[in-house]
């Protein structure tokens, strides 16, 4: 399948920052139009003023199917169909063991990486531009479990086998469509990633210096790799 046009429009989910902030600053940089989504209104207003003229920039909870359904017919609309879109929304509790995580750090980490991609999933996969690929946001920790993070493992494994799934139902009903599942690789420097591991974070790259790389990777790589993938984008 050859790679997405420069002229296509990019949906990203969790955009407020780290990893989908600078993604989505890589790709207008790039020349796409980019739909962002987000829940701190602050970010969002200082990503939008940063990307100028001809992107859009909302405050949409993914966890909010109704929200996600509205925000994508607003994107078909204002940039077309989009020809990548990358379910990145994520939540990571501190290390702890299970016993010591609370149910509602379990849920929100649930909502947010599993039912998240769900949602973006069930409104834009129909929507998406013949070509299109649609890219799960996993990580290392959803193919190999990581002890004291057991929701956030369970999250991420949970999106790895949902990806596949419905890799399988684009292939038979959405033709010239595909899903796959991303990790970002060996660590970005995020505040996710500081939650988690807070004497370790500063070791890794940065999130700009990773979307310098990603965002090549998923324009031009991804597309060519088989429906279902389970991927890694490359070490900056």
Not at 40 to 46: F, K, P, S, T, Y
Request: proline share 7%; aromatic share 6%.
């Amino acid at each position: 399948m050859d790679s997405v046009s420069t002229s296509t429009s990019v949906v990203i989910s969790g955009v407020s920052r780290g990893l989908g902030a600078a993604l989505a600053r890589r790709f207008a940089a790039l020349g796409h139009p980019v739909a962002g989504c987000g829940r701190d209104r602050e970010a969002l207003d200082r990503l939008r003023a940063d990307l100028g003229e001809g992107h859009l920039i909302t405050v949409t909870d993914v966890t909010d199917a109704d929200a996600v359904e509205r925000w994508a017919e607003e994107t078909v609309r204002r940039l077309g169909a989009p020809a990548l879109v990358v379910a990145n929304a994520g939540y990571i509790s501190p290390q702890a063991p299970v016993w010591e995580t609370s149910p509602a750090d379990f849920r929100t980490t649930v909502d947010v990486n599993v039912v998240g991609v769900y949602t973006l999933a069930r409104a834009f996969l129909p929507r998406m531009a013949t070509g299109g690929t649609f890219v799960a946001v996993s990580s290392g920790w959803g193919r190999n479990p990581r002890g004291r993070l057991a929701a956030y493992t369970a999250s991420k494994f949970a999106v790895e086998g949902f990806t596949r799934a419905i890799a399988q139902e684009a292939e038979e009903l959405l033709p010239g469509v595909t899903a796959v599942a991303v990790d970002p690789g060996g660590g970005v420097d995020t505040a996710m990633l500081a939650t988690c591991l807070p004497d370790e974070h500063t070791e890794y790259p940065g999130p700009e210096a990773w979307a310098q790389v990603a965002a090549d990777y998923l324009l031009h790589q991804v597309p060519k790799e088989p429906n279902g993938a389970s991927l890694t984008v490359p070490g900056p």
